[in-house]
């Protein structure tokens, strides 16, 4: 069965800083992976998702994410973050045919120090 | 429908009561995921369906809990007897009929929020 793990609770970081938020998954195949974003008192909204091709997924809002197998990460980026960003950070994997299971980690909230 | 609708948005009861949640997913859509958020958790799998297939009920807690759906309309999530660690926000979502690839993706509820008493 798949997993997710999400290392970092919370992260706090200045605004106009770049931004990694860590993702490892675990899965023998091929995974699909997702970051969603979650704003306070707002539903989850896709940042980008990664099925096959160019390791490097560019995203909504000036996210980033590279899948790395080696490492069986999907770590997200941002070079300069806006207090806008503050929010809650899930990574997924779905597994299967056509991710017909995905799995959410427990995600990582995020602070913008002004 | 345009999105995915879940009522009610908020549930008080009280302990050992039992709770139905619903949940409209967009016309079209042959899947359908349940999922538990509870406050300040990530999202807890709880059921998957998929078209005509046998529901994938591997994230359910307990036997309290149970889910339907007839074909490719409404799906109800049961709780019985429900405890105080159910209290949680339970969100619905369902990705276009083929499920996740390519430009499908899940698309959320705004959630039904539970508080058990």
Redesign the interface.
Known sequence: AQSVTQPDIHITVSEGASLELRCNYSYGATPYLFWYVQSPGQGLQLLLKYFSGDTLVQGIKGFEAEFKRSQSSFNLRKPSVHWSDAAEYFCAVGAGSSASKIIFGSGTRLSIRP | GAGVSQSPSNKVTEKGKDVELRCDPISGHT?L?W?RQRLG?????LI?F?GNSAP?KSGLPSDRFSAERTGESVSTLTIQRTQQEDSAVY?C?SPPS?????AN??T????SRLTVL
């Open positions: 899947a995921y999922y958790q990530g999202l807890e799998f998957y998929q994938d969100l979502a083929g499920g996740v690839s390519g993706v899940l959320f509820g705004a959630g």
